[in-house]
């Protein structure tokens, strides 16, 4: 096993500390946490995530996320 894969950081996920590996991506986290809906919107330290953004932002020790699944109804 290399470093890469042993190496994990802390984040916070809706107030739930999650350990994920150390160079982790948002889509990565979504697939982690079995979130595969595109009706989402997520915070990134208090600030609003563009979904372009998903597949490139990388995690680092301390974030803090909220995820939010958007639903319809009247």
Known sequence: ?????TQ???ILVN?????????CR???????LKI???AIAIELNQEIL???RF?????????????VT???GG
Do not use: C, F, K, W
């Open 1 to 5: 096993m290399s470093i890469n894969q």
């Open 55 to 67: 597949n490139i932002q990388r995690l680092e020790s301390g974030d803090t996320l909220e995820i």
């Open 50 to 52: 563009p979904a372009d």
């Open 8 to 10: 994990t950081i802390s």
């Open 15 to 23: 107030g739930e500390v999650i350990h994920v590996g150390h160079d």
């Open 26 to 32: 948002i889509i990565e986290l979504l697939g982690q």
């Open 70 to 72: 958007l639903v319809g």
């Open 36 to 38: 595969y809906s595109q």
